[in-house]
């Protein structure tokens, strides 16, 4: 099976700009979840998304929004970039019973 | 009190040793324990998953679980240069979103 794929892989964008960052979960997998991770804080948790339904939430602000899409495949949305929006985002994907997750390779963001 | 707790490291330990990583988990009714290693610049690797109290062995790969204590730890015998990398340990609680401590950094000294 192929594994979690995730565009673009690098991003540089400025304060103020907004980002939509795609994954693509392992084929069969229905549950998808979005971590950012920074050297500071580690991997935090955003959003996860099962069936198109978002089933649990982070504790970031609502510029960091995601959906999920019937073939499983997500996006996540980051409006209004700050400089502290600057991290690895990594999805990871799993058959939905939240045990197993298998993480993609990431999208570097860099905000100027 | 955070809810997964790690030594961030660095553990130095020398090339065919045991190197012994330790994890400590907040939430009692957490049921599902897992281990990453992550190298520099990748995405975390799935290495080890455990369920139940005691230890699961995976080719040089033991993961130990003691609930009553909220406590699960990673071996790796027979340390490998390869080896070094940072662990992550995760862990499923009642709120059932995968949550992760803040990694250990190990590193294998030829």
């Known amino acids: 099976k192929a594994g979690v794929t995730q565009t673009p892989r690098y991003l540089i964008k400025t304060r103020g700009q907004q980002v939509t960052l795609s994954c693509s979960p392992i084929s069969g997998h229905r549950s998808v979840s979005w971590y950012q991770q920074t050297p500071g804080q580690g991997l935090q948790f955003l959003f996860e998304y099962f069936s198109e339904t978002q089933r649990n939430k982070g504790n970031f602000p609502g510029r960091f929004s995601g959906r999920q899409f019937s073939n499983s495949r997500s996006e996540m949305n980051v409006s209004t970039l700050e400089l502290g929006d600057s991290a690895l985002y990594l999805c990871?994907?799993?058959?939905?019973?939240?045990?197993?997750?298998?993480f993609g390779p990431g999208t570097r963001l860099t905000v100027l | 009190q955070k809810e997964v707790e790690q030594n961030s490291g660095p553990l130095s330990v020398p090339e065919g040793a045991i190197a012994s990583l330790n994890c400590t988990y907040s939430d009692r009714g957490s049921q599902s324990f897992f281990w990453y290693r992550q190298y520099s610049g990748k995405s975390p690797e799935l290495i080890m998953s455990i369920y139940s109290n005691g230890d699961k062995e995976d080719g040089r790969f033991t993961a130990q679980l003691n609930k009553a204590s909220q406590y699960v730890s990673l071996l790796i015998r027979d340390s490998q240069p390869s080896d070094s990398a940072t662990y992550l340990c995760a862990v499923i609680p009642l709120g059932m979103k995968l949550t992760f401590g803040t990694g250990t950094r190990l590193t294998i000294i030829p």
């Open positions: 990871a994907s799993g058959d939905g019973t939240a045990r197993k997750q298998f």
